[in-house]
């Protein structure tokens, strides 16, 4: 059977957890789309761990973690994070990437920043991980497949002369920067050739067998709903699709093969980067939330930035909950909200003078203000708590209410930080 697990809102939803979590019962767990440009964080007995790129089943010795044709692969990346698995003492995982995904090369996040840079105040508030560039190349078909490095090397210089033909011409003109060589680009995929070989291959072929041999698979989505080049506060998102939908495509998977849709909520609201947040704080109030929230605060995992804050906004949540098609929702850091007398959610909008219910596309989204209402809070720590029924009334309550406006049954409550902070409904 095939699970996606994803978010519903900006991201940091909680979902490495979650994946982490449902993994136990998993054969292979596959990363489908995005970068290194977010992280999920995981906590277990080999201690914190930001996870950019490979799958959160790396933990499970059972597991095999694919990285899909769908992700934005940058091997300096790969090579870092496995080598603080085996730095930790983590068993060596089980990793097989996608001869089909494509290569983040240095010129992506050198452009990245130069694009950033030139923008000035009106920047997309990028990670400069040079995703968008990534996938501007994929798409206009100057991007490296991993499976290239292994095949024709006079036919891959062809390529590479063509790809920085054009770079050049974008360095010269727009940036005002040194432009770069074919012979340092091959060296550098060289380079990356000689790293990769112990884990490239087939996956499409892997994961039609273990589909046919009735394997269970877990999808891994980045970021959430709201940051889809598609259903999200375009322009103001990531450069990949991060709805379940996408798990097809960039896993290779039949999509009558996806039978549950795991979106994760997080009990408030946070964002790293720019773009709408109708539910947005500021000031202490927001640096109380920060403070209180996540593992030790909420700062994004890949920068380190202070997430920006804000409550529970159901609006975003049912809408992100439609769009990636959930059959369940897991309900995170729930307990994080202990400290307050009252919590207010954001229930609708106000749009013009007119109150909606509906999430709306972004011209009208950026007038938007949040229509909030107060329930009560529980005022204690509800961490470690197995049974819902042993949660607070307060607590339940606001549990239900979130899962009625959403429309979708929470299946799964986060209760803190660690694996075992987990309640199943």
């Known amino acids: 059977m095939v699970k996606a697990i994803v978010g519903a809102n900006w991201g940091d939803e909680g979902k490495g957890k979650i994946t982490d979590v449902l993994a136990n019962d998993s054969d292979v767990v596959i990363r489908f789309q995005g970068g290194a440009n977010a992280g999920h964080t995981i906590i277990n007995n080999y201690g914190k761990f930001a996870l950019h790129q490979l799958p959160s089943g790396v933990f499970h010795r059972n597991i095999t973690n694919i990285i899909g044709n769908g992700v934005a692969f940058s091997v300096e990346n790969f090579v870092k994070e496995m080598k603080e698995l085996e730095d930790?003492?983590?068993?060596?995982?089980?990793?097989?990437?996608?001869?089909?995904?494509?290569?983040?090369?240095?010129?992506?996040?050198?452009?990245?920043?130069?694009?950033?840079?030139?923008?000035?105040?009106?920047?997309?508030?990028?990670?400069?991980?040079?995703?968008?560039?990534?996938?501007?190349?994929?798409?206009?078909?100057?991007?490296?497949?991993?499976?290239?490095l292994y095949d024709d090397i006079d036919c891959l210089k062809e390529k590479i002369a063509h790809a920085v033909e054009i770079k050049n011409a974008t360095l010269k003109n727009l940036y005002n920067k040194e432009e770069i060589t074919v012979d340092e680009i091959f060296d550098k995929l060289m380079e990356y050739k000689e790293l990769l070989a112990p884990y490239v291959g087939d996956s499409f072929t892997f994961i039609r067998k273990a589909l046919s041999d009735g394997k269970n698979i877990l999808l891994e989505g980045q970021l959430g709903s709201l940051k889809d080049t598609d259903f999200g506060i375009y322009p103001m998102v990531t450069s990949s699709n991060t709805i379940a939908g996408y798990g097809a495509v960039g896993a290779g998977i039949p999509p009558y093969e996806i039978k549950e849709v795991v979106t994760v909520v997080k009990a408030y609201s946070s964002a790293v980067g720019a773009g709408e947040f109708v539910s947005e704080i500021f000031g202490e109030e927001a640096n109380k939330l920060r403070n209180f929230g996540g593992d030790g605060g909420e700062y994004g995992a890949t920068t380190g930035r202070p997430r920006r804050m804000g409550w529970l906004d159901l609006v975003a949540s049912r809408y992100g909950c439609q769009v990636q098609g959930a059959t369940t929702v897991a309900f995170t850091v729930i307990d994080a909200l202990g400290y307050l007398d009252e919590i207010p959610v954001c229930v609708a909008y106000e749009l013009d003078g007119e109150i909606i219910d509906y999430f709306p596309s972004t011209t009208k989204l950026k007038r938007c203000k949040p229509v909030l209402k107060k329930l009560k809070g529980?005022?204690?720590?509800?961490?470690?708590?197995?049974?819902?029924?042993?949660?607070p009334k307060e607590c339940r309550e606001y549990i239900e209410f979130a899962e009625k406006e959403i429309g979708v049954h929470i299946g799964i409550v986060s209760n803190g930080p660690s694996r075992e902070d987990i309640i199943y409904r």
Request: contains cysteine.
């Open 378 to 391: 529980w005022k204690c720590d509800v961490t470690g708590i197995k049974k819902y029924e042993d949660l």
């Open 88 to 148: 930790r003492g983590v068993p060596t995982p089980k990793v097989l990437i996608s001869d089909r995904a494509q290569i983040v090369m240095p010129y992506h996040i050198a452009f990245d920043c130069y694009e950033e840079e030139r923008l000035g105040k009106n920047s997309f508030g990028s990670t400069k991980s040079g995703i968008a560039p990534f996938y501007s190349d994929k798409y206009s078909k100057i991007g490296f497949q991993i499976n290239e």
